[in-house]
């Protein structure tokens, strides 16, 4: 067996959006799912949703803009889901995924972006579903167009680009 260690392999950034106001919607979305972990359901969608984020900052999207997740749960069980998937009629718009029976599922949308370099993850909108259709989702992805085609002319009035290509 070969083991490679690879050297100065630089792992994609994640940023949120910010909207007219300074608020980034996602970051938003997230905290108000931690705020109701009373409910063990909706507990256990934040903490995967924490898992999925840490685990696409890790690894790349592949080629073909699926990235499959896989984590073991608390009870000892496997818990594997199709984390990023590409909005095949909104490109280049790619929708991360986390389910939970009982709590929803839990949609971000984000588009890739590189400067100097970094891949850097950009997510402009979130929610959390309860049906496979949702007009919410449909809304929110025609407002991440809008930002992707602003955000291409002046990244700056979304998200902070200072030291993103810096390895920490």
Same mark, same amino acid.
């Given at each position: 067996?070969? !083991?490679?260690?690879?050297?100065?392999?630089?792992?994609?950034?994640?940023? $949120?959006?910010?909207?007219?106001?300074?608020?980034?919607?996602?970051?938003?979305?997230?905290?108000?799912?931690?705020? +109701?972990?009373?409910?063990?359901?909706?507990?256990?969608?934040?903490?995967?949703?924490?898992?999925? $984020?840490?685990?696409?900052?890790?690894?790349?999207?592949?080629? !073909?803009?699926? *990235?499959?997740?896989?984590?073991?749960?608390?009870?000892?069980?496997?818990? +594997?889901?199709?984390?990023?998937?590409? *909005?095949?009629?909104?490109?280049?718009?790619?929708?991360?995924?986390?389910?939970?029976?009982?709590?929803?599922?839990?949609?971000?949308?984000? $588009?890739?972006?590189?400067?100097?370099?970094?891949?850097? *993850?950009?997510?402009?909108?979130?929610?959390?579903?309860?049906?496979? +259709? @949702? @007009?919410?989702?449909?809304?929110?992805?025609?407002? @991440?167009?809008?930002?992707?085609? @602003?955000?291409?002319?002046?990244?700056?009035?979304?998200? !902070?680009?200072?030291?993103?290509?810096?390895?920490?």
């Amino acid at each position: 067996m070969t !083991n490679y260690i690879v050297c100065d392999m630089i792992m994609p950034t994640i940023k $949120f959006t910010k909207d007219e106001n300074g608020i980034q919607q996602v970051k938003e979305a997230v905290n108000d799912l931690a705020n +109701t972990i009373v409910d063990p359901d909706r507990k256990k969608l934040y903490m995967l949703v924490i898992r999925g $984020f840490r685990f696409i900052e890790r690894h790349e999207i592949p080629a !073909n803009r699926e *990235l499959f997740f896989s984590t073991m749960l608390e009870e000892n069980t496997p818990y +594997t889901i199709r984390l990023v998937k590409e *909005l095949k009629y909104h490109q280049p718009l790619l929708e991360f995924r986390v389910n939970w029976r009982g709590a929803g599922a839990f949609r971000a949308i984000f $588009f890739e972006y590189e400067y100097e370099g970094q891949k850097v *993850l950009v997510f402009t909108r979130a929610t959390i579903k309860q049906q496979t +259709t @949702s @007009s919410e989702f449909e809304k929110l992805v025609v407002e @991440s167009e809008e930002i992707y085609m @602003s955000f291409l002319h002046h990244p700056e009035q979304y998200i !902070n680009l200072e030291g993103v290509n810096k390895v920490e």
